[in-house]
């Protein structure tokens, strides 16, 4: 008897924060979606439970499907083929975790993992801002700086799948230690945290200022640095360019390093990647050798729904090859 209920895979979209799941069609379309504060302290069973319970959420809330399995963005570092947490730094006592395994189990299901600025990378791609290239570099600037590279119609995984580090790119010898312990980390300067903690050190509680008149007198953000700088405000505009400068210089590496079609930038501070446009062209301009200087530079469109419709393409497009066939003619 032929099954004619349409394919859907079932998403995770797993944080050291928050843990979220959707029903994703093969369109990209989220059918269900649910999500739950991650238990990130209490061991990798508890959090596969937190799973397995949102799987039946979803599944409960989304019309009929014929489910082909289940894709997971996971934090790194992991191994993709093997289904294997390595170590998650955001996720106590996940170390050398079967991820795959355990929940395929639970579940009853094939399970697939991705790191999960991969997965993000993969939904851009797919369904998002690179669609129809074969060649991309994405880029998540929010607390940190991580990434994925399409090249040549698939991700880039490298060895046990850790290729893709780029917020550990040494792009300067002078700044603060990055959380890894280095200097000079394309993160350590120009990740939403270090334009924030830049922001605060340039205001002081009191001032006056519209930075810290938005941040209550506390510590000030990156989306304080945005919003003050949509007003207009002019110390907020010179962090800006200075961001955008430092994005530049990341960018021109990158642009040397991968050669791709299209660069797209998600996470939180791409919402002002509008205001550092021009800065971060004159700085790629400026840097970068001339075959590479046209490459756009475009805004993610998936949103916060990035990482689970790439997980879900895990599934619903199969291997890389199949998923670089529908970006070129979907």
């Known amino acids: 008897m032929t099954d004619d209920r349409p394919p859907a895979a079932l998403a995770f979209d797993l944080g050291g924060t928050e843990l979220r799941a959707a029903l994703v069609a093969a369109s990209g379309t989220i059918l269900a979606f649910a999500s739950a504060a991650t238990l990130a302290k209490a061991g990798p069973a508890a959090v596969i439970e937190q799973m ?6 979803v599944q409960a809330h989304a019309p009929a499907v014929r489910l082909l399995g289940v894709g997971v963005g996971a934090p790194g ?3 993709p083929e093997e289904g294997v947490v390595l170590d998650a730094p ?5 170390r050398q975790v079967p991820l795959a395994e355990r929940l395929g189990a639970r579940l009853g299901r094939s399970v697939r993992i991705e790191n999960d600025a991969n997965a993000a990378a993969l939904g851009e791609w797919r369904y998002g801002a690179g669609r129809g290239t074969r060649s991309m570099v994405f880029v998540t600037v929010s607390t940190g700086i991580g990434g994925g590279i399409i090249a040549g119609g698939r991700i880039l995984h490298g060895r046990r799948g850790l290729a893709g580090e780029i917020g550990h790119m040494a792009i300067t010898g002078e700044s603060r230690p990055c959380f890894c312990g280095a200097i000079g980390c394309f993160e350590a300067v120009a990740s939403g945290s270090a334009l924030g903690e830049e922001a605060t050190r340039a205001t002081a509680p009191g001032d ?13 953000s990156a989306r304080h640095v945005v919003e003050a700088a949509r007003a207009g405000d002019l110390k907020a505009l010179a962090l800006l360019d200075a961001e955008a400068r430092w994005l530049g210089i ?3 590496n990158l642009l040397h390093l991968y050669s791709p079609e299209v660069i797209v930038v998600g996470g939180g501070l791409s919402n002002g ?3 550092m446009a021009h800065g971060i062209t004159t700085t790629i301009g400026a840097r970068a050798m001339r075959p590479y200087r046209d490459v756009p530079v475009r805004r993610a469109t998936l949103g916060n729904h990035a990482g689970l419709i790439g ?17 070129n003619h979907g």
Do not use: C, H
């Not at 955001?90 to 996940?94: E, F, I, N, S």
């Not at 006056?208 to 000030?220: I, K, Q």
């Open 52 to 57: 397995v319970a949102l799987a039946g959420t």
């Open 311 to 327: 997980a879900a393409s895990l599934i619903l497009a199969g291997d890389g090859e199949a998923i670089s066939r529908e970006a």
């Open 77 to 79: 570092p992991l191994d």
């Open 273 to 275: 990647l509008d205001l």
């Open 90 to 94: 955001t996720l106590d006592g996940w």
């Open 250 to 252: 990341g960018f021109t």
């Open 208 to 220: 006056g200022s519209d930075l810290r008149r938005r941040s209550e007198d506390g510590p000030v």
